[in-house]
């Protein structure tokens, strides 16, 4: 079964940081450009992160440059979102998402698997 899987979400304080990781199962995240994502409640899905197939090129949505990095482990078939000086705007539920996503455009396709999200929940 070909699915991803995310963890690492969770409850922190306005300044706290999470690592969040995406996990694939049956099929291999080798070629595949991969992106982050996150839902807010009343709010549209939109785009935070992706990385391209090499790991050359990433992009960041604004609200986010210079405190997130997305980076891949090809060995590990793993992915990670380092989320830094968070604020509560953050809070949502993260998916990642991968196959037919274009980065840098942070685009996907109806090919897109996604995984089935963790709550971020920034708050004191």
């Known amino acids: 079964q070909k699915q991803l899987v995310e963890s690492g979400g969770g409850l922190v304080q306005p300044g706290g940081s999470l690592r969040l990781s995406c996990v694939a199962s049956?099929?291999?995240?080798?070629?595949?450009?991969i992106g982050w994502f996150r839902q807010a409640p009343g709010k549209e899905r939109e785009g935070v992160a992706c990385i391209s197939y090499s790991g050359a090129t990433t992009n960041y949505e604004d609200s986010v440059k210079g405190r997130f990095t997305i980076s891949r482990d090809n060995a590990k078939n793993t992915a990670y979102l380092q989320m830094d000086s968070l604020k509560p705007e953050d809070t949502a539920v993260y998916y990642c998402a991968a196959k037919f996503l274009n980065c840098p455009r942070l685009t996907t396709d109806v090919g897109t698997s996604w995984g089935q999200g963790t709550q971020v929940t920034v708050s004191s």
């Open positions: 049956g099929f291999t995240l080798d070629y595949q450009g």
